[in-house]
Structures are given as C-alpha cells and as structure tokens.
C-alpha cells in the first residue's frame, strides 16, 4: 500500500522554499545541478501512483517516499549525481 505520494505540486514547493533557505556556498554547488532540477521540475510523476497502486498489498507496512526514489533515480540516471558527500550532508546530516 502507498502511504503518502508527494504529488508535483509538493515537490516544486519544497524545493523552492528549501532553495530560498541557501547560503552562498551551497546556492553555488546548487548551479552544478541545475540542468537535472529542470529535468526533474519538468516530470511530473503523478499519474505513477495510480499505474502502481495495484503493485503494492494492502496489508503490512506501507510504501513511502516513492515518488521521491523515481526522482532519486533518474537524477542519478541523468548522470548529474552519484550521492556526492556534501548533497547528503546538508540533507541529511
């Protein structure tokens, strides 16, 4: 079952308000990925959980964040990012 699907819309606004919270430094490393980000603003991957939705049970724990592992993929598809350190640091750490 599919907890949560981040809809487009939701992505969009966390990214913008996440980029408006930038310091020079990471507004610069941000630029080295922006062709990717206009890829990934551009793909809406909404229609995705309707076509997957019978894939998963009903029952058991549910699947979350996969709108954000589609994205996770093709970013690293693009070629753009490979889990570089500092990405997941000021993510994640």
Do not use: C
């Not at 610069?28 to 049970?57: G, I, Q, T």
């Amino acid at each position: 079952m599919l907890k949560h699907w981040t809809t487009h819309s939701e992505y969009i606004a966390f990214v913008s308000d996440s980029f408006s919270r930038f310091n020079p430094s990471q507004l610069k490393r941000w630029h080295s990925f922006a062709d990717s980000f206009d890829k990934l603003s551009s793909m809406n991957l909404d229609p995705l959980a309707e076509l997957l939705a019978p894939y998963y049970s009903n029952t058991g724990r549910p699947a979350i964040h996969q709108s954000e592992l589609f994205r996770s993929f093709a970013h690293s598809y693009d070629g753009s990012m490979f889990l570089k350190p500092y990405f997941l640091d000021s993510h994640f750490g």
